[in-house]
């Protein structure tokens, strides 16, 4: 499963790789990412959705991801590639940070990190570190296939934080774009925050204006891929209020690269970096 946020990629990815004029027609509607009603459990919003299990999805990550690694292209996110890769800065500052307190060793757990994208994005600024494990939790099948395609001495794949836990010392949690992609959100931060891993880095993470929480389904452009999914709309103070709770402090926040709303509602992306007190 990519639990991977797909705000703007076909757009900007095409964009990247070839840039239009100014004067250049938006997007058809077919190549817009859309979120659309308002469901009161995530059964509901299923049943107006394909989900992320498909096959497809994993193979045409797995595809993109296999030119990555040949040097055929410089970057891939939700299968789609970049000429150029579009560093995160924060979230590699909220990386060093947490290297940095722990003698430059860096043990990631990527939660819903697809097959590694955000480990080959980030790599180019860590080999500096004394020690590298990023350590990729997802669905059997992207563990299967990277451990076949893509696991290295510093990238691995898991199928539980249990795992990880087992056979590593992660000091960091990173979770782009993709607590808003789960059943029940707060049980998984919840559940994750438990290990008292030392930092939690969050990206790409979708909120509302009005401060309350909305489940939509999100409608992938078919150029990309037919697929939909359910997707959460969260109240920053809630979703704040959940990890400090927790005994997490916020270090720092910044604004996502994402910008879209759904129907009838303005939204905003955001990230933040945590510590763990004391």
Same mark, same amino acid.
């Given at each position: 499963?990519?639990?991977?946020?797909?705000?703007?990629? !076909?757009?900007?990815?095409?964009?990247?790789?070839?840039?239009?004029?100014?004067?250049?027609?938006?997007?058809?509607?077919?190549?817009?990412?859309?979120?659309?009603?308002?469901?009161?459990?995530?059964?509901?919003?299923?049943?107006?959705?394909?989900?992320?299990?498909?096959?497809?999805? @994993?193979?045409?990550?797995?595809?993109?991801?296999?030119?990555?690694?040949?040097?055929?292209?410089?970057?891939?996110?939700?299968?789609?590639?970049?000429?150029?890769?579009?560093?995160?800065?924060?979230? @590699?500052?909220?990386?060093?940070?947490?290297?940095?307190?722990?003698?430059?060793?860096?043990?990631?757990?990527? !939660?819903?990190?697809?097959?590694?994208?955000?480990?080959?994005?980030?790599?180019? !600024?860590?080999?500096?570190?004394?020690?590298?494990?990023?350590?990729?939790?997802?669905?059997?099948?992207?563990?299967?296939?990277?451990?076949?395609? !893509?696991?290295?001495?510093?990238?691995?794949?898991?199928?539980?934080?249990?795992?990880?836990?087992?056979?590593?010392?992660?000091?960091?949690?990173?979770?782009?774009?993709?607590?808003?992609?789960?059943?029940?959100?707060?049980?998984?931060?919840?559940?994750?925050?438990?290990?008292?891993?030392?930092?939690?880095?969050?990206?790409?993470?979708?909120? @509302?204006?009005?401060?309350?929480?909305?489940?939509?389904?999100?409608?992938?452009?078919?150029?990309?891929?037919?697929?939909?999914?359910?997707?959460?709309?969260?109240?920053?103070?809630?979703?704040?209020?959940?990890?400090?709770?927790?005994?997490?402090?916020?270090?720092?926040?910044?604004?996502?690269?994402?910008?879209?709303?759904?129907?009838?509602?303005?939204?905003?992306?955001?990230?933040?970096?945590?510590?763990?007190?004391?």
């Amino acid at each position: 499963m990519s639990f991977r946020n797909l705000k703007r990629l !076909f757009s900007r990815g095409r964009q990247e790789q070839s840039p239009q004029p100014p004067s250049a027609a938006p997007a058809p509607e077919s190549q817009a990412i859309r979120y659309t009603g308002a469901y009161g459990n995530w059964a509901e919003a299923s049943k107006d959705a394909t989900g992320y299990d498909s096959a497809l999805i @994993l193979e045409k990550t797995r595809a993109a991801l296999l030119k990555v690694k040949r040097g055929e292209a410089a970057y891939e996110r939700d299968s789609v590639l970049f000429d150029k890769i579009q560093h995160s800065f924060p979230v @590699l500052a909220g990386l060093l940070r947490a290297a940095a307190a722990d003698d430059l060793r860096l043990c990631v757990v990527d !939660f819903g990190g697809a097959l590694g994208s955000s480990y080959f994005q980030c790599r180019g !600024f860590l080999q500096v570190l004394r020690q590298i494990e990023w350590l990729v939790v997802e669905q059997p099948a992207h563990v299967a296939c990277g451990k076949e395609h !893509f696991a290295s001495e510093q990238l691995y794949f898991h199928p539980t934080v249990e795992d990880c836990m087992a056979k590593h010392r992660p000091n960091v949690i990173l979770l782009s774009g993709v607590l808003q992609y789960v059943a029940e959100p707060y049980t998984l931060l919840a559940d994750l925050l438990r290990h008292r891993i030392g930092h939690v880095i969050i990206d790409r993470t979708a909120f @509302l204006q009005s401060d309350r929480e909305r489940l939509t389904v999100q409608q992938v452009p078919s150029a990309i891929y037919t697929a939909s999914y359910p997707a959460w709309f969260f109240s920053e103070t809630q979703f704040h209020a959940a990890i400090t709770s927790a005994g997490y402090e916020l270090i720092a926040d910044f604004p996502g690269s994402d910008d879209i709303s759904p129907e009838g509602e303005k939204a905003y992306f955001k990230g933040f970096i945590y510590a763990l007190r004391g």
